[in-house]
């Protein structure tokens, strides 16, 4: 079965950083493309950040370009997302999610979500 | 980025009902469209792929039809477990979603 679990999540100041994980099982992780999906509370969902099989390949939301990082360690089966500079707007749930092989966002996978609270 | 347009945002509806929830895209994605159901609480769960494709294991009473610009999904007969909010999201380029379409119960 596959599954997704999110961690990392947690009350942050403006301009501090955090680093969520998403540790996988259940399948072949070095051969799938990953994406970070946030939504904010009572809002819809927007796509963060993905990254390609080996890590060679990463793409951003243009609201995050520059402070957030996706990497990927596939010997520990995890996923992660370096988030620094963040902001009040940053608040959200952030879902790690999986594709088919290929790299498509489709995502027939989700984790549980993790929640990030910017505040003073 | 492409722009996802869904219509109506929310909607009132009865066990029983057939409901329809459309999704525009901002230029042509081919059938590059998803449709999820997201729950309170929950993460998202894909309903339907490439704008007509039934995921495994999601029932038949959804459909999605559509191309280009113009997506639609239906749900024949409402169910207690159908009221939900749904996402269209198109995956032909960076990925964006649409606004959603709360479904509640009349």
Known sequence: ?120 | DIQMTQSPSSLSASVGDRVTITCRASQSISIYLNWYQQKPGKAPNLLIYAASTLQSGVPSRFSGSGSGTDFTLTISSMQPEDFATYYCQQSYTTPTFGQGAKVEIK
């Open chain 1, 1 to 120: 079965e596959v599954q997704l679990v999110e961690s990392g999540g947690g009350l942050v100041q403006p301009g501090g950083s955090l680093r969520l994980s998403c540790t996988a099982s259940g399948f072949t992780f070095s051969s799938y493309w990953m994406d970070w999906v946030r939504q904010a509370p009572g809002k819809g969902l927007v796509w963060v950040s993905r990254i390609n099989t080996d890590g060679s390949i990463t793409e951003y939301a243009d609201s995050v370009k520059g402070r957030f990082t996706i990497s990927r360690d596939n010997a520990k089966n995890t996923l992660y997302l370096q988030m620094n500079s963040l902001r009040a707007e940053d608040t959200a749930v952030f879902y790690c999610a999986r594709g088919p092989q290929g790299g498509s966002s489709t995502w027939g996978y989700w984790g549980q979500g993790t929640l990030v609270t910017v505040s003073s």
